[in-house]
């Protein structure tokens, strides 16, 4: 099956400095890539997707690229907020049976 | 709307006994999901179900069973409950694949 890494576990920024997160996939048949984050003690909620066929995507702050060939894609968060602090999760999909295969999870924190 | 509803929020258990999780969504999505997300291992699959009457296996299938008798309802039973099985889990559904999931408000579950 299909493994994601992600990297790095924890993070902490200055309020108003960007932050990546990387992950990486195994299965190159993977060609759905969605971020979830989730506040402590709630549910993950999307926050940005990318398919195969594009190599970045950005909305407002939140930007996440692709590379294909690497089999590799970050999320970033540029100009951070204290309410950016959170759990961000990546996850991968080969549409097949719509699996989804998670990382383990990046702890952000930003210092105001 | 409500979304993805799940019934019990917490629950304890004793070693041995057995449960059964509902996760119920008014979004008639064909995709369902059951998670179990432990600290520092992300969100792993259990079971999944690709419409009214399916489920299959996930990553971590072992020790639960599934029922999806109707399209709105997904049941997540524990057997025989054992202390690894202590976790929060969560329900998800989608429309379609490659699409965002909706995640439930997760269920505690604490076996003694």
């Known amino acids: 099956g299909e493994n994601v890494e992600q990297h790095p576990s924890t993070l902490s920024v200055q309020e108003g400095d960007s932050a990546v997160i990387k992950c990486t996939y195994s299965?190159?048949?993977?060609?759905?890539f969605p971020w979830y984050k989730q506040e402590l003690g709630k549910r993950p909620q999307l926050i940005i997707d990318i398919r195969s066929n594009v190599g970045e995507k950005k909305d407002q702050r939140i930007a996440v690229t692709l590379n294909k060939t690497a089999k590799h894609f970050s999320l970033h968060i540029t100009e951070t907020q204290p309410e950016d602090s959170a759990v961000y999760f990546c996850?991968?999909?080969?549409?097949?049976?719509?699996?989804?295969?998670f990382g383990t999870g990046t702890s952000l924190t930003v210092i105001p | 709307n409500a979304g993805v509803t799940q019934t019990p929020k917490f629950r304890v258990l004793k070693t041995g006994q057995s449960m059964t999780l509902l996760c119920a969504q008014d979004?008639?999505?064909?995709?369902m999901y059951w998670y179990r997300q432990d600290p520092g291992m992300g969100l792993r699959l259990i079971h999944y179900s690709v419409g009214e009457g399916t489920t299959a296996k996930g990553e971590v299938p072992d020790g639960y069973n599934v029922s999806r008798l109707k399209k709105q309802n997904f049941l997540l039973g524990l057997e025989s409950a054992a202390p690894s099985q202590t976790s929060v889990y969560f329900c998800a559904s989608t429309p379609t694949a490659f699409r965002e999931q909706f995640f439930g408000p997760g269920t505690r579950l604490t076996v003694l």
């Open positions: 979004m008639n999505h064909e995709y």
């Open positions: 996850a991968a999909s080969k549409g097949t049976g719509n699996q989804f295969y």
């Open positions: 299965d190159s048949a993977s060609n759905y």
